[in-house]
């Protein structure tokens, strides 16, 4: 270690005083119309709206949370019931009227009941982002099936009828020619983070069209949730071109293009459009591809990932989740992760999803053995993918290039008693595999006979990961997989299961195996480090680190992911790997006034301060009127 950055260590306290110190700074110095402060709650925020106005802006109304002195300050004083109310207070009336329909509820969690929950939820959106953000970060667990999987998708399917006030942007087939001006139409000055989706494959429920931009929202919502990006600073988008969704076509009431998907150029135009503009506003936003159809998902990373910053989180934050899974299940069976090379992995779906997790798990693999010919070799012969057709081999015909790489020899399908198109029966009987993991969209395709044939397999703790969202399109439940292929199971699911009773006082535990542990961690360290792109380092150490998350007492009781109530501390430690890695790869150019030196020069300690210190927390902050 050099004398300056040892000198550096040793007064590493000094510096994160001055790096709070210089993000105080930043906060102050970027106020504009739009921002308010942070963790202190202190700082005021100047706003250039009074009155009704303020009431209706769901980014500054604090509602019946506004002091007299505020009321007076912006000309507030009449407009609301005269009880000054405290967040605290604000939020436990809220509750009550939200537990209320808990209580209404008598047949329990029923889907009218999730979906009423997310109406309420989504009118606070609307109403006072604070308050709304505070509700969902401190019931997390309870909050997060209702705007994430499964309510979400639920919400998708009915969005044409729930839609009152708009949230995003739409960037239609339409609009083409226009998108380069329409993108200063959003009020933002800045945006960190934006997801898209052209709504092509919305979790499991296939093509919905323009009601798709929920998922958008969802996602958001844990990045703000999760990742303390500000709320002011992100943007849902919905990229209309059409949908191929017949019964979206036929009804009067859908709120998108009725006219069928645009196909090839046509429709590479319009991504290109869209993302020359929204890069030439915010040359620093992060875009995450989501729910794009797998045709789409690959052409699109390959296309932008060198030139933009951006990633496919069904490809790429879901690989990286299974992968920390695929680890914890060896570390369930009492094995160091070093044995992962030597599972035998079944998986059914070749998506998106799918292959992108099989490509890094092998990837992994690969690295575990050398990284030369031979474990390149090993690492491809431990995984068997099943798809709609059965076992991919060789020989398939027409067989689709994404998936290629994947298929077996036919050799070694035959030496293993196998052919194209073997049944996942036939396959889980014959290969005996560690793991089973489903990533097709098809509800219960791990059917009783599937899983009694799980019971073959070689492993001490077979592994049942099934995977697909939301929860009615998972391959099987997790009571389904305790009660048939036994006590010892490692289950995790996309959508949340409830532990199963296993009598005798034992638990089953149902995990959550589901890529909202990596992406706002992804995009946070993305963000914080400034790197121009999102290298393939940069999103192995999120996994990593995900995976080194989880403590070895837990996961010798077949708990493989943290619960969703750590997510705010993962998400912060993947973000801190995020940053150390871009700086490690020489990539990270920095963020507003930590540029790229000042960043070479952190401690891994000075990281995970400087990411803590960069996230928002829902606090009012005080608001002083300006004219513009
Ligand atoms: N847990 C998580 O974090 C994530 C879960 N997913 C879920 O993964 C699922 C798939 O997503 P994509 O790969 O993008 O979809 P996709 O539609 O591109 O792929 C589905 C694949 O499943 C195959 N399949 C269909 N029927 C099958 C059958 N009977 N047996 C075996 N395979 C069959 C299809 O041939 C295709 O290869 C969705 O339900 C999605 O919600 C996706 C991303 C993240
Ligand atoms: C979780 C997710 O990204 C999906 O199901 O598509
Ligand atoms: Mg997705």
Redesign the pocket.
């Known amino acids: 270690m050099s004398n300056f950055s040892s000198q550096l260590r040793l007064s590493s306290s000094s510096i994160i005083k001055r790096l709070k110190q210089r993000m105080t700074m930043t906060t102050t110095m970027m106020i504009d119309r739009r921002s308010f402060t942070t963790a202190e709650g202190s700082r005021p925020t100047i706003v250039h709206k009074r009155s009704l106005d303020i009431l209706h802006d769901p980014w500054f109304n604090k509602g019946t949370a506004f002091s007299m002195t505020e009321r007076d300050r912006l000309d507030l004083r009449g407009l609301l019931p005269p009880n000054v109310m405290t967040s605290q207070q604000q939020i436990d009336r809220f509750m009550v009227d939200l537990k209320r329909l808990e209580a209404q509820a008598r047949d329990g969690p029923s889907e009218p009941y999730a979906l009423a929950k997310w109406r309420i939820l989504n009118r606070l959106h609307d109403r006072n982002e604070t308050m709304y953000y505070k509700v969902l970060m401190d019931n997390i667990e309870e909050y997060a099936p209702i705007v994430y999987?499964p309510t979400v998708?639920l919400a998708c399917q009915n969005y044409s009828g729930l839609f009152r006030r708009p949230r995003g942007m739409y960037f239609s087939a339409t609009d083409r020619g226009e998108m380069m001006s329409m993108v200063y139409n959003w009020p933002a000055e800045q945006v960190d983070m934006i997801v898209v989706t052209d709504g092509g494959?919305?979790?499991?429920?296939?093509d919905l069209g323009v009601q798709g931009i929920g998922i958008a929202i969802g996602k958001l919502d844990l990045y703000v949730a999760a990742a303390g990006i500000n709320p002011q600073r992100v943007l849902p988008v919905m990229i209309d071109v059409g949908t191929n969704n017949e019964k979206l076509l036929k009804n009067p009431l859908y709120l998108g293009l009725q006219e069928h998907r645009l196909d090839g150029e046509e429709y590479l135009s319009v991504i290109d459009e869209f993302m020359e503009a929204v890069f030439t506003r915010w040359p620093h936003v992060i875009v995450q591809f989501e729910?794009?159809?797998?045709?789409w998902?690959f052409k699109l990373l390959q296309r932008y990932r060198d030139t933009y910053r951006m990633f496919n989180?069904?490809?790429q934050?879901?690989a990286g989740?299974?992968v920390a899974g695929l680890l914890g299940a060896v570390r369930a069976q009492g094995k160091p992760m070093i044995d992962f090379p030597k599972q035998k992995i079944v998986v059914?779906?070749?998506?998106?999803?799918?292959?992108?997790v099989v490509n890094a798990a092998r990837k992994t693999m690969k690295r575990m053995l050398g990284n030369n010919e031979s474990a390149c070799e090993s690492a491809r012969s431990q995984f068997w993918v099943?798809?709609?057709?059965?076992l991919i081999t060789e020989e398939r015909e027409n067989i689709?290039p994404d998936?290629v790489s994947f298929a077996r020899k036919i050799k070694e399908a035959e030496h293993q008693g196998l052919r194209e198109g073997a049944?996942?029966v036939e396959v889980v009987q014959q290969v005996k595999p560690d793991v089973l993991l489903?990533?097709?969209?098809?509800g219960g395709?791990f059917s009783t006979e599937v899983l009694e044939a799980m019971k073959g397999s070689t492993s001490t703790r077979p592994a049942i990961?099934a995977?697909?969202?939301?929860t009615q399109?998972a391959e099987c439940t997790s009571e389904e997989a305790f009660s048939i292929v036994g006590d010892n199971v490692v289950f995790?699911?996309?959508?949340p299961f409830k532990d199963v009773n296993l009598g005798n006082g034992q638990i089953g535990h149902s995990n959550?195996?589901?890529?909202?542990y990596l992406f706002p961690g992804i995009g946070l360290g993305t963000l914080l480090s400034g790197s121009r792109i999102i290298s393939d380092g940069m999103l192995q150490v999120a996994a990593e680190c995900l995976a080194a998350y989880m403590k070895e007492e837990d996961v010798l009781q077949g708990i493989i992911y943290p619960s969703i109530s750590c997510i705010r501390d993962i998400t912060t430690k993947v973000a801190a790997a995020v940053v150390k890695e871009a700086i490690r790869e020489d990539l990270a150019e920095g963020y507003r006034d930590m540029d790229g030196r000042e960043l070479q020069k952190l401690s891994e300690e000075e990281i995970v301060a400087y990411v803590k210190n960069n996230m928002w927390n829902p606090v009012y902050p005080t608001l002083v009127y300006k004219r513009d």
Not at 201 to 206: A, C, M, T
Not at 291 to 295: C, L, M
Not at 467 to 470: A, H, R, T, Y
């Open positions: 999987t998708g494959r919305i979790l499991g429920l296939g729910d794009f159809q797998s045709k998902a989180d069904d490809v934050g879901t989740v299974a059914a779906g070749a998506g998106s999803a799918g292959l992108g099943v798809d709609a057709k059965g689709d998936a049944s996942l489903g990533l097709s969209a098809v395709l990961f995977m697909s969202n939301p399109n995790a699911s996309g959508s959550q195996g589901n890529n909202m």
